[in-house]
């Protein structure tokens, strides 16, 4: 088969498409005929050397894909050869062939098509177990999404108003408009506004009960501010740095939690029990037309650089595909 190989870390030319060895089924696991694979920070991160592949995942990136079943090992029950699928991966999406533990298999939501099913799986286990699973958003409080117009944000933003949540969202001014017709009440231009002052005015200067962030040490004193008490801050991204000062008595006083998560790392049986409570908490809001994979662009997989560049470019709303045959 053929996949996209790092040659060495840098820039989007050491994508490089490549003759490579087919995966074999190991035990517990399907063999995917890769239709579609979503591009991912992480993937970026990866090919600069940042974010190495974890122990035993497939060498080459790609954190999701859509596809067909073509083998599955003895094992294996619940699925068969020739069902349509998407999954979420520890690697090895951007490649013609992928093996998949059976528990990170989702079947394609109704109404989604198979390469579109390609941009959820990630987006939604990452969204789902940080607010829903760990953070607990309820409906009636509000929720504040950093990077609204990232793949994780506008999911995030879709799945906060489908659960009844309140929904603010940070992003550049050309964004904006995308974002409210996603569900998002109140947008933040976080190069014009202070995000702490507006959500404090929208929220009678109650601040937001959760707040997923993508921004790391950047954000860590100002989200703190922007915390309600009993907050719950959910940090999932470092895009601006990892290490800040944390003032512990303004987290005692508002009663308040701070959590950092990795999807990627996360032991087989944890990852399975995510993907279980995606498909029955999130999957029937798909199917009920209240979430939908929202997909800039699909670009053919031997266009991966091409793809990682408009990426990094942060012109894009949603995801970017990348497409097999
Ligand atoms: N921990 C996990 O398990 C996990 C899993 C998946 C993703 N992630 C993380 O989630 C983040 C989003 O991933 P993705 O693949 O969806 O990324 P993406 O589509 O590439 O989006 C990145 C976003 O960052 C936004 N941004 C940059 N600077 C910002 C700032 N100062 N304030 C607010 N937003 C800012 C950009 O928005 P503008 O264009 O509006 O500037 C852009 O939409 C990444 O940091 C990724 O590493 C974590």
Aim: net charge negative; aromatic share 4%; hydrophobic share 45%.
């Amino acid at each position: 088969m053929h996949a996209i190989k790092i040659q060495e870390p840098g820039g989007p030319d050491m994508l490089v498409w490549s003759e490579v060895p087919d995966p074999e089924p190991g035990p517990g696991e399907v063999i995917v005929d890769v239709r579609a694979s979503g591009v991912n920070r992480g993937d970026i991160l990866q090919r600069q050397g940042h974010y190495p592949p974890p122990p035993g995942a497939s060498p080459y990136p790609g954190l999701e894909c859509s596809g067909t079943i073509s083998a599955i090992a003895d094992d294996v029950r619940g699925w068969t050869v020739g069902q349509q699928v998407c999954a979420l991966l520890a690697g090895g999406g951007y490649a013609e062939r992928v093996a998949v533990p059976a528990g990170q298999l989702l079947p394609v939501p109704d109404g989604v098509d198979l390469v579109d099913s390609a941009a959820l799986p990630e987006v939604a286990c990452t969204v789902w177990s940080n607010v829903v699973r760990l953070a607990r958003l309820t409906a009636g409080e509000t929720l504040l999404v950093h990077g609204g117009g990232s793949g994780i944000g506008t999911f995030a933003i879709q799945l906060g108003s489908a659960l009844g949540a309140t929904v603010a969202a940070t992003a550049r001014l050309p964004k904006h408009d995308q974002l409210r017709k996603l569900g998002a009440a109140h947008t933040i231009d976080y190069r014009e506004q202070d995000f702490v002052e507006e959500v404090r005015q929208v929220t009678d200067s109650r601040g937001a009960d959760v707040i997923l962030d993508i921004i790391g040490a950047a954000y860590l004193e100002r989200n703190l501010a922007a915390l309600a008490t009993g907050g719950r801050l959910m940090v999932i991204g470092m895009q601006g740095g990892r290490k800040a000062e944390l003032d512990l008595g303004g987290l005692l006083v508002k009663r308040a939690a701070v959590a950092a998560t990795a999807l990627r790392p996360l032991p087989l049986a944890e990852k399975a029990e995510i993907v279980r409570g995606v498909r029955e908490q999130v999957w029937p809001l798909i199917a009920a037309g209240r979430i939908r994979p929202i997909v800039d662009r699909r670009l053919p997989l031997t266009d991966a650089a091409e793809a990682h560049r408009l990426v990094e470019s942060s012109e894009h709303v949603g995801k970017v595909l990348l497409t097999v045959g």
